[in-house]
């Protein structure tokens, strides 16, 4: 086990419990973005909610952000489009990223979904190559998907 899958078994119940019961999805969507970025030291870590056919930055943690995203656009867009986690291990070589922070190495989004739709995705940014990776899709997509089920 990696050093990553330890934190993220810890984090899982912590996030469930963090959330239990709160029915407010931006609520929602700031403590379980400060309680990941502070679990792992990302650059960049929130949510963009889809609204009115786009997607706009919702609760986060880092430094400024680009606040709308046309749907397929970018990685975010992207992975709205395809209905599936995007794992970027350079962000220089995605075409068409969008560079919101030119410090902003490699990425993963995790749709958001309610109801068979996505609502939102989950956003991190690192500001080291290859970052992301089969664990932190596979957990990432558990603590997203018991949380915004």
Known sequence: MTDKETIYKELL???LSLLEGET???ACMANLAALLHSAFGFWWTGFYRVMGGELVLGPFQGPVAC????YGRGVCGTA???DETVVV???????GHIAC?????SEIVVP??????????????????????????????QIVQSIFA
């Open 67 to 70: 606040i709308r995203i046309p």
């Open 101 to 105: 922070s030119s410090e902003s190495r």
């Open 112 to 141: 958001v979904r309610r109801d068979g739709h996505v609502v939102a995705v989950l956003d991190i940014d690192s500001r080291e190559l290859s970052t992301f990776d089969d664990t932190d899709r596979n957990y990432l997509e």
């Open 80 to 82: 709205w489009e395809r």
């Open 89 to 95: 291990p350079d962000v220089e070589l995605f075409p």
């Open 24 to 26: 407010d999805e931006v």
């Open 13 to 15: 119940p912590q996030a």
